[in-house]
Each structure stands twice: as C-alpha cells, then as structure tokens.
C-alpha cells in the first residue's frame, strides 16, 4: 500500500485507520521559519468533523491534533513536522456485520483482492477518517500560501439538483450553513432535498468548487506534470470523487474556438486574460488568472436500505447497514478538497524556484 | 521544465519540440522479453498522423520511428528503450509572426512568465507534436498489457453537439472514420458540422471515451495513488483536456446511493457486478470490471479568425493566425489519451506485484 | 529538510528530535500478511539503547515502541506502519550551554546556515535519536528478509587500531560483548582502549562490518540504482560514517585484474563464484554470493577537552561540552548500519520481482 | 532496468548498449537561459574518448555529440535537452566468443540472472560506454556550477601503488599526462608499472580524487538524503568503484576525536573551519569548506590471460578474453566521477532554494 506519501519538495505522508488508535500526518520538505501551533491546524480540523449538524453522523469525535516534532520556539525547523489525532469514539461491534460481506460502493472487495484480508473496521484505510491526516497538512500549506496572498475558497456547488445561485454567492456562508453551501436559500433547499433522502434511507451526490486567487503565473511543469493534471490527480484521490473539471470543464466539449479562447489584454499596466474560460492555466502552467476547481462527488455508499451483495465466500447475501453514515459527503469533504488543492499548490511553488537560471543566481548571489 | 518523466517502474521520459531536428521517448523499466520491433511502433503513431483526411491539418509528416536501444534479438532487454522520430516537415516562417504575441488559449504567456523566453517556432515543447514520445511509449505499454488479456478501446465520443449513439457503437469504424468515432452515421454529421466551422474560420470541441477490458482486480494503490487519481492526472496531462470522468463522472453528483451503488453477485464462479456505474474501481483499486474514462477536449486554440491579444511589450494587438491546424483536436488525441491510459496501467500493474508478502515469497522460491 | 523519506516501493518517512515529545517512522509499501507485533520491534530497539555498559552513555531510556497502524489481527494489512516511540528522558537544560556556539564536528553551523535556526537541544533533528526510526522501519524489513531466508550479520569490526581476528569470529558474541565485536578477546582491549581515551576526554572512532547471506542474485538495477550504490547511500546516510567499502573495497585499487577477479564455477549443480573479492555485486547486481559491506565511523564529536570554537555571532570561543556522550558511536550504531542494509535490500528485492515479463505473465496467470 | 535516471530537480536519465546504433542523455529540469553549444559538451566527452594514448584501448572512436532538443537560439528553454552519440567504431564480432560464458568480473551473470538475456555485444548497457550520456550530462551541471563559483578539480591519486606527491600537486597536468595524473614524476611511474602489467596480460587498479571548490554552504538534506549519502551512491554508480571516502574517509575511523573535529574560526569576518577532516560536510550539509571525494577503482576486468569461468549451460570453461580493453580504467574514468559529482551537486543546489520560508517569500516578492 505505497501510495500514502504525495509531493516532491512539500512531501506529506499519511498513516492510519478508522480503528485503530490514531492516525496522522508527516509533513517533510516544509521550509524553515513558519509560525505554526496547533491551533491553527485545528481550525482546519473542525471544519471536517462530524458530529456538527442534523445532516452529518452523529458520532462526536474531537479530533484534536498534537504536533510531535519539527516546531521550535513557535517555528518549524524545515525538520519532518509530525501530528496526530487520537481515535477517541470508535465502536468497532457497529461493523462486525461486515466483516465477510462486501458492501456495495465501498472498497471492501478491492481491499480483500489487493491484500489478501482488510481491516474491515470503519472501513480501515479506506475510512473518510483517512483524511484528516490531508487536512491537518493542507492546513499547513495553506498557512504559507497565505502568506504569499494566495487564498482558497471552497465550497459546496450543489447538492443533488440544488445548485446555487451565482448572484447570491457569499463566502461567508460556508462555514455557517451545515451544506457548507455558500448561498443561505439554495443550502435550505439542500437540507430539504437531504431530510427527504434520509427519510427513504437513501444518501445524495453533489459537487465541490474551489477558486484560488493570488496564485502567481509560471506554476506547473509542462507535460506530465501540469498544474491541472496534478490538480486532477489530487482531486480523484479523495475518495468519492468521480469527476474533475477546471475551468469551462466538461462545457469546454461544447464551445467552439471563438468562444473558449480568452484573449489577452492589458489592466493596470499588467498582462491579463478579458476571460477565464481556461479556469486559471495554460499549458499545464498557471496563468495569473484565478483557479476554477471543480470536484464531481458520488453519494455516500453507506446506505440504511437494504442492499443485495456477496461475501468473501461467493454466497449472495443481503445486507442493511447499520451503524452512523452522513447521507451526503460533500459538505465535509469541501476542507478535504482544499486541503489538497493547496498541498498541490504549494509543491508547485517551491518547484518553480528552480526554472530559471537566473534565479538561481540571484539566490547564490552571483 | 521537470514534468517530462512519468511512472514509478515502468518509466518514460519525453523530449524534443516541434521545430527541433527530432522528437522522442526513453522507457526505462521495461520488463525484459517483450518482441518488439519499429512497425509495432509505427502502427501507434500512424494512429495520430496529421495529412490524413479532409478534417485534419494537410501536413505531410512521415513521422517514422526508430529504436535506438533497448532492443537485442528482437527482444527487449530490460535496458532503456530510445525511440525517436525525426521531424522532417517543419516550415518554420509559417509561424514567426507570433513570435512575439500571445496567442490566445496557447501557452505561449506561460511559457514567457515561467522561462523568460520560449521557443516559439510551433508551440516547441507545448505543440502537439510532443504526444509523438507519449504514444510510442504507449504502444509498447499497450503491447505488454496485450500479453496479459487487457485490451483498450478509445475512440470519439462527441464533437460539438453530436455524440455517437450507442445502439450504433461499431468499434472496426474507429479507425476507418476520420473522426475516429465509432459510429459511421454520427461520424457523417460530425464532419458536416466541421466543415461548417472551418468555413466560418472556427474549431470545436469534444470528447474522447476509453474503455479498457480484461484488466484485474487489484491495480491501484489506496490514498494519493488510486488508480482513477493517476488515470485523471494522466489525461489532463494532455494539452487541450479540461475535464475527467469515471463511470457516472459528473452524472455521480445527481443520483442517490440506491442508484449509484453496484450490487456484488456471483457470475460464473466468480464475484463480479450487477452494474458498473463505478466505472471499474472501488477506493481507487481496479474491481475487475471494465474501467469506463472520458476526456473533455477544448476547442482548437488556433482559429483563423482575428482575435484580441496583446504582445510580449505589452501592447494590445490583434491578429490573424496562419499555417495549419486541425480545426478539431479530438480525432488525432484519442490514441494519445489511450497511450496514457496504457502507461498508467501498466505502472499499477507492476506495482501490484509487492502488495501481498505471499506473492513475494512465491517469486523468491520461499 | 526532506530527505527523510527512502524507498521506491517500501518506503520508510522519520521524524522526531532528540527532545521532542516522541520520534518515529512511517512505513509505506510494506507487503500485506507479515505477522507482526511490537516485542519484534522492540529487540531492534533494544541493541541500540543508550545507558546499557560502562562505554554507552549513562542515559536510561527506555524507547518502548508503539504501532499505531498497519497491523489488523496480529498481521500487516499492507496500510501505512505508524510506530513511535516516546522521549522520557530529555534533560534539555544540558545543552543550553550551545544553544548560541557552533559544536566542531556537530551539525549546528550548517543547519543554522540552511535554515535559518535550529532546534539546538540535544542535536535536534541531527541526534543520534533519529535512527530509532531507521531501526524500528529496519526490523520490519529484516522480519520479511528473514522469511525469505536472508540474514544478515553485523558488528564492529574494529575500534581505534583494534580489529577482530578473523580466526576467532564468533558472531554469538555481537550481543554479548559491549563493543558488539564477535570476538571477545580484541573487545576487552577495545574496552581498555576506550577507557583510556575516556579519561583523557577523547573519544575515538572505529569499522562496522556487515555481512549477508542467502541473498538472491539479481538485486539492483543497473546504472544508477546499483545495489552498492544504494548500500553506499545507505551507510552515508547515517551520521559519523565517513567512507564505505564492498568486497575488496579500498583495497581493490591496489590490486591487479587476475588478483580481484571472481572466477565462476560449478558447486552443487550451481553456478558460483570460487571467490569473493567484489563482495557480492557484479555490475551493480547481487550475484548470489554474500554481501560484505564495510562502514568507516569517525570519532564521536561531542568530547569533554576544551575546545575552540566559534558562536553565532561570529565571535570565537573555547567550549567545553557537559552532558551524556558515548567515547564511541560504533557499537550502537551497528544496528543502525544493520537497518540500513535491510532497508536497502527489501526495496532492490521487491522492484525486482518485475524485471522479466516472463514474471509479469506468470503473476497474472497469463 | 528502471535505474537509469537519477535526480529530483536535475533529473537525467541514459540510454544506449555499447553496440546499439547510438548512446544518450536526456536532462529534464535543466533551468532556462544557460547558453549552450555542442562543443562545451564535446570538452567533457573528449576527456573520456578511447584511443588516444598508449595505456587506453586503441579503438578509435569520434563520440560526437549532437544537441536534438531544449535549445533556441543559442540557450536552455527549461525543455528537456536530448544528447545523442552515435555509435560508429563497433566491431561485433570480437565480441561473439563471450556471447555464451560468463566473463570473471563482468556483469554477464548478473544480467542473465536478472533478465533472462543479455545484449552480449560489449558488455550491452553494463560497457563503460554507457557513462557517455551521465558526461554529457555532467558538463552541462558543470557549467551551471561553474557560473555560480563552484570548480571541480577531478584527477588520478594512484594507480596500483604508485601515489601522487601533494607537493608535487599541478593541476594544469591532469588534461596532460596520459594518467590523468596531477603529479608528473608519478604519471612517468605510472605509465611503467602499466606496461609491465599489459606485458603480463593483467591490468590494474587505481584511485580517483575530486575536490571541489566554492561549493556554498547549506547543500544536502539531514537524514536520507545527506549531500555526502548522494555522492557516496553517485560514485558507486560508476561501474568498478568499490568504495567511496569523503575527508579523512577511513583513516576517521583509526582517529581520536581531538584529532579529527575542525574547530571553528573567523577569517575575514566569515565563519570558518581551521581544518577540514570532514571533508566539506556536516550532518550532511556543506559546510562552506572544500569538498575532498575519493573513488577506490578495481583493475579492468578483462584481462588477456587464461582464466576459469563457467558458461550458461553450467560447464566449466577457460577463456582469453580478446578484443580491445584498457589495462585500467581509472584515468577515463576521471571525468566520469567528476560528472556524477557535478550532477549530484547541483541537484542539491536547487533542492536548496526552498529551505526557508524567507527565500520562498523573496522569490514570489511578499
């Protein structure tokens, strides 16, 4: 199970199950001289906890981060910063039903086909519970992102049908309304539209938006290593995550050349785009203009209704799941989204130092 | 300009511009005793030739490959294989006029703001001309996964407003069709609606669908490197692709779980799915199931009618393209997105051979 | 300060300093179904434990290890390793004293000219603490050699000028004695050699010696990845070593061709190797002969002799180090050196299991 | 054969048998705006050429380079640079009788082992032709470190028991003498001891030296990735090196530590070291002083006296290796470690620019 460490210069690894007595992060290749507390990895750690609202599962787990190493005196070191949550509310015998059945939409089988068995607590490895290890080291990213002006905002798009409105888009929503939508009315329409799938035992889809202004132009490498792809990438690796759009997106399929093509143009003595139909890149490289993310999420495969599937010993079962699932996973999820939008982000940063050589010179002063 | 190598085992490098004497590829990592010789090869690249039908620009380009290593007795050796195409049609004053202008939609802003300069003779290293490394890489990945009962089949799924219709789907047009759909009647309509566009100096847009069959169970690794994560990561990573789907894609955020969940059943002996709305992975692991992917392909950015931009001293200008481009990317990128669905799967492949300590004591004798 | 990740496919991340709350490892890519408990790390630890014999530093730590994830029902599940082990015995105030001046032969000018400032209790992120990750990730990897009939043996092979004799090697000694010499005699008067370089506030430096048996041949890649150029890497990597050796080693280079060649033969119906001198590799590969691998440790730098010195300020001073320093780094770093090897090896064997398509085919039933 | 490429920011990965139709490097991540001509790179490779004097292997070879990409007008764009040496002096067939039995010394065993087969034909990918791409490649590091200070002075120490004079030490010779040697008086030794060798059909060893000077501090990584951890494996990568030491090497290991730590001191305002035992590394990191590596060579395997070996049917059997080989391999050697040492520098060097937050801020001007 390689596969748990990300990046090149901003390196992070993450370790942990829904079940067992804590899960994590490591961050190696943070730049030295960072304020950094927990506190502030926290504030990004709540925003994915559950147990908030009507629309979320109802266990109350406080996930509170420490840091174990790299910080001195309030800064990092540029030394691996470790931190940890503790698992404090897991009820394993809520999942003992299946442990030899293979839940339809969950990783049960791949997990049994890869590796012989599975931690078939919670999910294991394949828990939501994964990734808070991704947030708490977004949260950092974000943190020296910010300083460099860079912020992200990320948010809820839809929730089955309900979108919302462009006109009333107000970010200050997202972390007061439990859609994490950020439009008051579409969210109440949302929470509606959820009250009744949860009343039929049944769980929605919806999407996921992040816009990132300040970015600089210049990020990305060429070929395999554009920014989008990398985008693409860290977006399909959350879980649930079916489709991934930047920019016009899928519409893009649509357009002819006239439409799609934003021109240049100069504003305020800078070359900028009139539109922004590319969302933010050109070639695989950021433009100057702001970043248009868009994440595709499936519904919670933990539905209460019952289900028709097999076991580890090819007997066709049924099943009903038991136990606490959140009918929808988008609104927390919107932190995970960030956090690896600004994880990719910032790795691309610190890549692009090195492209010229003239910088180079300029840092060794010479 | 780091993002030229891709793959953790089987590992390709691409290199070369448009206008340069040669493009070209080296795959390290190979497995020893594949039968390989050029016209392999060669049928792959024909695959995206330009000068081929009335849709496609009318450079005549040979684009003949030549194995430079890697090769002894018609056998891979596990040794790097260099594979390189010499460009033979340049006609570099076609393009000297945007030499100093930004075209709009082309990466030639980026490019500047990145490097400083750029090497504006035919897009350099951003032209189109890149993919020839990609696709001779592919073919070989393509052949390996052969040998293993694992077959792709990638054609045109939509241009502009017309999609193939599935009661039609004919996979032997593919090829013959200069849309590379599979559906001659859509095919027709397609090219009509292209002519129309050209006639009004415009290009479109449109999608390209991958669907792989006889791929294990297993391949993908949970976390950052799921196998969708690295399929979406390789499919933005060509030019002009600004959307990923898998199975239901963007359709996943308007159903219920009841709808999207697959149910396990027993077919055969074996445990397989009721349906395939998943599009072939569960938590990032290849199910055994066909793996269902779609590109989103913007518009060419060359078009022939006059556009708005500015130039690399900041002055607004307006110009006309010239030269020749395809009024259509899709057609020439399907075997390029099926190249790196090759090369994607081929790396999980590898990889999944340590996953499970029985299968290394197996290897060993123990 | 990345760096502190190693591996292609087993990949281990550390992270701790010497007096922060706790170190630890991440191990990624470890095989699923290896039975594993804490009692089999904690014997690794244990040879490396300070505070044990009249040469060791008189700290009394206890270093109990802790798995936080990866293992399901007594077995590896092929998920990420967690493993930490706490510091309880930091007395930070010992080494307020060089908290502004640069140590000689210590790391503290170069991080403090890397990055700025440096955690400066105890070495930091440099201690010698940090290899209690190496040695935990290292038991891991020596557990699945194990099973695979690899074993490798470790020890000092000499301190200051004195070196074990090889007619009376006994490696059930390497435990017992407290230079971790196999041979008893060469370590009491490597123990009245430290004694005396103790009294006089010297310390002094000394060989470690590893070798392996039953390694399979074809181990490393050519090229780059050597299987001695990783080892080399891997020994380096390990603070205070100064040189690396296989087989003849230095002493290669004063020999002629038809002194250093291994002439092969026939030896029970297999093919070997009449002698030894290239220790194992041919071309970079395991030839299926015993590895034997030699580490150059430099004297401890923390002495207790006045030395000159310089402080941050750019002032020159005499310091005159307190605290709790072992008169030789040797004997507790020949499990470290162990570790490093086992590392090194695990990783060359897992990417070997996909050199031949032939083991492609045979692993996928094809 | 993954394995051919090495670096993380300066990434270069070869290709090419000895007898294939060509041999190459492909650079990625070389930055933009470095001028570079073909004829900087053909210095490097004329250091290594065959055929020039009466100690080297007479085949005459041009090895010119060719530049297929990564260039315009004259400079680097970032792309990938694509260098190519055609093969054009092979003669196969004083290769064939060496197709069945396994050389003493060679890789041919090792490569059957791990492959099945092997490109016979000169040693295919294991010949020290295959060092052509890593020199080109080195003299493109060579020149980037050159416009920042930093020199590399790379020469022959001994050869067999003949070792240079330090007082007799006279760089401008190591181009001059057909030794490579700084020395000479050692060089005329040199030459005699080697024709007696030739004259008994045996070959011999030798060491290779490299300083290097103006190396900033502050390059390489604590833990895995110490700068002297990647020389260590960059110069076992060379095929026939042995062992590797840096400063006092392995005599660190027979000294006390009052004899071996560089105190600090103030010269001219800066901190320096008073001596230099290191070697121009602490913890990993350079230290601002010179850089003092040495390569222990093995004498050329190929020898022209009888010697016993086995073939791949499992029989005993003598052969006399015939053909063209060079009784040591040291002084073509000489530029080949000096290229790993180049590459390996300046890949830290660039790693290096994101350690600080205050350099990240800078860069991006906030």
Redo the contacts between chains.
Sequence with gaps: ??????G??F?I?????SH?????V?I???????SLDESQIQQFLNRRKPGQTAIATPRKEDDCV?I???I?EG????????M?VENTSQRSHDYSQISSC?R????D???D???????Y?GG???SGR?TIGRVAAGAVASL?LG???ITLTTYTR?I??ITIDPLRFDPSCILSTPTAMPDPIASKEAEEYLKE?MASF??????IECQVHGL???L???????L??????????V?AV?????????????????????????QE???TK?TNH??G????????SPLLLRA????????F?E????NAN???VSIKIKGRHDPIIVPRAVVVVEAMTALTLLDA?????????????T??G?
Tied chains: 1, 2, 3, 4.
């Design positions: 199970m390689a596969g748990s460490t990300l090149t210069i390196k690894t993450t370790w942990g199950e067992g007595p804590a899960l994590g490591v190696d290749g943070c730049p030295s001289g960072l420490k174990l190493s790299g001195f800064k990092t070191t540029g030394a691996p910063i470790s940890m293979y339809p939409g969950h990783a089988f791949t997990f086909e890869k590796y012989g068995f599975r931690d607590r294991g490895r394949s994964e020296i300083q460099l002006g839809s089955g049908p799938a049944d769980s929605v889809g919806g999407t600089p132009s210049g990305g490498d060429p070929v395999f290593e554009k989008d792809a990398n985008l693409a990438k860290a977006f399909l690796s879980g079916k489709a991934f759009e930047i920019g016009e997106g899928c519409n893009a399929s649509q357009l002819k050349g006239s439409e799609n093509n934003d021109g240049f143009c100069i003595g800078k070359i009139r590319s969302g890149t050109l070639g695989g490289i950021s433009d100057g595709h999420v499936k519904p919670t495969p933990s539905i209704s289900q028709q599937t097999v090819k007997e066709e940063l610190l890549l692009n130092m090195t492209a010229k050589l003239d910088s180079v010179r840092f060794y010479k």
